[in-house]
């Protein structure tokens, strides 16, 4: 993985955040679990609106961190988000 993806994967792994090693499709980046949300509702695909500083279902917390680094999360499907450089 390039420096900055390492970087907001480590951040988001300290917090907690459900993120695992390689893109959905094989690509050198990191997913997200939209479904390991038993301490914190990380993502939810069915929560759209912006109630709490969610956009579009993703925790201001994830956003924060992706942002710091150039980066942003996508919804692969309703279960995964994928990380992609801005």
Known sequence: MKRKFRTAYNAL????CPVYE???NGEDTFRISGE????HVWADYY???EEGGYVFGVSPRINS???KHGLFA?????GVLN???V
């Open 13 to 16: 792994a300290k917090i907690g």
């Open 22 to 24: 390689g893109g959905y």
């Open 83 to 85: 990380v992609w450089e």
């Open 47 to 49: 929560r759209m609106s």
């Open 36 to 39: 390991d949300n038993v301490d």
């Open 74 to 78: 996508e919804w692969c499907n309703p």
């Open 65 to 67: 961190i992706l942002d």
